[in-house]
């Protein structure tokens, strides 16, 4: 059986990539850890890295091992923090953010979450993708997530915060029409800018746009999201943002209309359903009392 321990000893070693580097994180000798990590590979009768160059990294066992590692380190924190909670929180807590959400409603929340309790540190993890983010929840990585997706994993929890409504934004120069509201088969022909295929929103909007029939001409494929706002202004084409970047975008004199029906997509925590440090129900009671409420993201 894996001890806490070895887990910590074994992580150091995974995130460094060396023994010199994870035995100065440990503050051990590098011939202590080389002698542990031998043990270790021993009892798991496989070896845990492989070396490339001058870096360790992890064998299939080795990533195997990393799961059960991160969850079993992630879990000894709970305790500790539990065992040591007073009447505030005062520990560290890592939240993974989808980027879509990292300014609202993630930067409020923990606006509203430090306010409440100012001695709660916050580390902010960007998963590559929503089904990455449930792994680094469920391995322990992180103890929270701010994600679009229900997590269809039983062992992960989803606490709703909210929903955004999209919008079409498109080119200052486009021409006024006598509504401000589009359908999804009005949007047939238009230069579209969009993230790739497998970012969430991407996904989101294909699918609503296939059920519709309805087919777009992609102009831009960009991954950098920072850049959709500038390429819509710069005449390229248009683009779907949720409320608050199309309000941002509506500032700047773009052409913000409504999308009839309306997309919208729901967001919310998603967290492991037992071992909860005092930091993470902190944040939990945080949503649940009321004192933060989520925008609907609407114009």
């Known amino acids: 059986m894996l001890r806490l321990r070895q887990a910590q000893l074994f992580l150091a070693v995974l995130d460094t990539g060396t023994v010199r580097a994870a035995a100065h994180q440990l503050a051990l000798s590098q011939s202590a850890v080389s002698q542990a990590l031998s043990r270790m590979e021993q009892e798991m009768g496989s070896p845990l890295f492989l070396r490339i160059g ?22 000894a924190l709970v305790l500790r923090s539990l065992a040591t909670a007073g ?100 949007i047939e022909g238009l230069r579209f800018i969009a993230v790739p295929r497998g970012h969430a929103q991407r996904d989101f909007v294909d699918e609503h746009m296939s059920r519709a029939g309805v087919r777009t001409h992609l102009v831009v494929e960009t991954a950098h999201r920072d850049q959709l706002l500038p390429l819509v202004m710069a005449g390229v084409g248009a683009t779907i943002l949720p409320g608050r970047r199309a309000q941002d975008a509506a500032g700047r004199g773009a052409v913000v209309r409504k999308i009839w029906p309306p997309l919208v997509r ?34």
Do not use: M, W
């Open 54 to 75: 001058h870096s360790l990294v992890p064998s299939p066992a080795g990533r195997a091992l990393a799961g059960p590692a991160r969850r079993l380190s992630r879990d």
């Open 266 to 299: 729901k967001f919310g925590l998603v967290y492991r359903r037992t071992h909860h440090s005092s930091e993470l129900e902190f944040l939990i009671d945080t949503v649940r009392d009321g004192a933060f409420t989520a925008s609907i993201g609407d114009l």
């Open 87 to 186: 009447p505030g929180a005062t520990g560290q807590l890592e939240i993974a953010c989808e980027p879509a959400l990292s300014v609202e409603p993630a930067a409020r929340l923990i606006g509203v979450l430090r306010r409440r309790a100012p001695g709660i540190r916050v580390s902010i993890t960007e998963p590559i993708s929503a089904t990455h983010l449930s792994t680094l929840v469920r391995d322990g990585t992180c103890e929270v997530g701010v994600s679009y997706r229900v997590p269809s994993q039983t062992e992960l929890e989803f606490l709703p915060l909210g929903q955004h409504a999209l919008f079409l934004v498109l080119p200052p120069s486009t021409a006024p029409t006598a509504s401000n509201t589009v359908t999804l088969p009005e």
